[in-house]
């Protein structure tokens, strides 16, 4: 049972009334929380047959507890992601409002669930640059992006100020900004421990700052979607009117259902979007779009000289469409993006670029051998490699990152397991060195008695 502060519990009261109130705490207290996962459609996952959906996402749904998902193939494989219902909405938002090609931003966007849902549901031919300040969690994000597959992607490790210097780039800009967190306090702790008026009036003050500094490389007409997952006003519809009122920013409605049952702003009038754990099945998510007003034209940002390599010629046949991508080198790993983002990646050099579109090969020795992300990602040229199906056994033992015996030949061999591309092997013959990477494996030995089938 969570036990919530007697300060925060007047601080809802005051926001909701006493009897809407004392319906959210009680749900914040008593209830367990949801479990639902958004499968990757575009890797072949599908939403199990009378699944129970989540209402605002047709790629989601609920579990019916919480399953193992450590032992779960298809999670390491990236055939769906773990994610809360509300966070979601996301991909309902573009769906409506998105119906071309643009340049999205993600700012905050570790640890990639919302971003992986971004990637899911805009138009093709999108380019996503997902970034995170904080470090650990860029790697994090990543890995994480790396799983879901898509080859338009640019993952950064940047300051909202570095971004907000590539003036009227984006089209579109998701801010969902670090907060006081009060909707999360069912299902984690340290939310309720660390919360207090301070840290509101802290975290208000860094969200200010946040878009104050991403605002430029916001285009005229583009839209900002800001979001956090905590009730207060200060955090939510005080920021909203913030860029309204600093920057003229204009509030855009999304439709929604009304047996969805999530709350509408509060005294405010513009649209916003509050998911209350009292109301509908998730954690506590606010929500708004603005569109930004027209301005005069600025200076483009200077790009950084960061010319493309040659592909080696033996990586081409790694790729399904090589002759329109261009090769980036990062440390010893060489990265393939579409031919159609040279410009964006001249831009985005200055920035820390940890990853660009698809992974495609780690150095060794004087030649390559394949990144990880070919095992997942959708622009890898299926057939590029022998492939091994392996059993459940052995597929945790290659997650652990322990060395396996497959009949297969010699060379880099990419594993299967049910048909899901899990990594590659380097097979000697009587063993295989496995490739797994290391940040990636699981630590625990235990083999499950059954194992979990979540699709």
């Known amino acids: 049972m969570t036990t919530i502060d007697s300060l925060f519990a007047e601080q809802i009261g005051n926001l909701l009334g006493a009897e809407q109130a004392a319906d959210l705490l009680r749900a914040l207290e008593h209830s367990e929380p949801s479990v639902s996962v958004r499968v990757n459609e575009r890797r072949g996952a599908q939403v199990p047959a009378g699944a129970d959906r989540v209402p605002w996402c047709p790629q989601g749904f609920y579990c019916v507890d919480r399953p193992a998902f450590t032992f779960d193939v298809d999670h390491h494989a990236g055939m769906y992601y773990v994610q809360d219902a509300s966070s979601m909405f996301i991909a309902h938002v573009i769906r409506n409002l998105v119906d071309a090609p643009v340049r999205y931003l993600d700012l905050c966007a570790a640890p990639g669930g919302k971003t992986t849902a971004a990637v899911q549901a805009l138009p093709e031919d999108s380019l996503v640059v997902a970034n995170e300040y904080v470090a650990g969690r860029a790697r994090v994000l990543a890995d994480n992006v790396m799983r879901w597959g898509n080859d338009n992607v640019v993952v950064t490790n940047a300051a909202p100020a570095a971004l907000g210097r590539l003036t009227h780039h984006f089209d579109v800009v998701a801010a969902d900004v670090p907060c006081s967190g009060e909707g999360m306090m069912r299902k984690d702790d340290e939310a309720v421990a660390q919360w207090s008026p301070a840290l509101v009036e802290q975290c208000a003050a860094r969200q200010r700052s946040i878009l104050d500094d991403v605002w430029p490389a916001l285009r005229p007409g583009g839209l900002m979607i800001y979001s956090t997952c905590t009730f207060n006003l200060a955090e939510n519809e005080q920021m909203v009117n913030y860029l309204i009122e600093h920057y003229g ?52 940002a200077k790009a950084r000289r960061d010319n493309p390599v040659a592909m080696p010629a033996e990586l081409r046949q790694w790729l399904m469409n090589a002759q329109d991508m261009m090769v980036m080198r990062r440390g010893d790993e060489l990265h393939a993006i579409g031919k159609q983002w040279a410009a964006d990646l001249a831009l985005l050099g200055n920035l820390n670029v940890l990853s660009a579109g698809v992974p495609l090969a780690v150095a060794k020795g004087k030649g390559w051998m394949p990144h990880q992300a070919l095992a997942w990602n959708v622009a890898a040229q299926r057939g590029a490699w022998p492939v091994a199906e392996v059993d459940y056994p052995t597929a945790l033992a290659y997650l652990r990152g322990e060395a396996v015996v497959i009949d297969a030949p010699r060379g880099y061999v990419l594993l299967t397991h049910r048909g899901r591309h899990m990594g590659f092997v380097n097979n000697l013959g009587n063993r295989a060195n496995n490739l797994y990477p290391k940040p990636l494996r699981i630590l625990t030995s235990h083999l499950p008695d059954t194992p979990p089938t979540i699709l």
């Open 249 to 300: 920013a204009e509030p855009v409605a999304v439709p929604i259902q009304d047996e969805w049952h999530i709350a509408p702003a509060i005294d405010s009038p513009f649209p916003a979007y509050r998911f209350m754990p009292h109301l509908t099945r998730g954690e506590g998510l606010f929500m708004a779009v603005l569109r930004k007003p027209d301005e005069a034209a600025a200076r483009p």
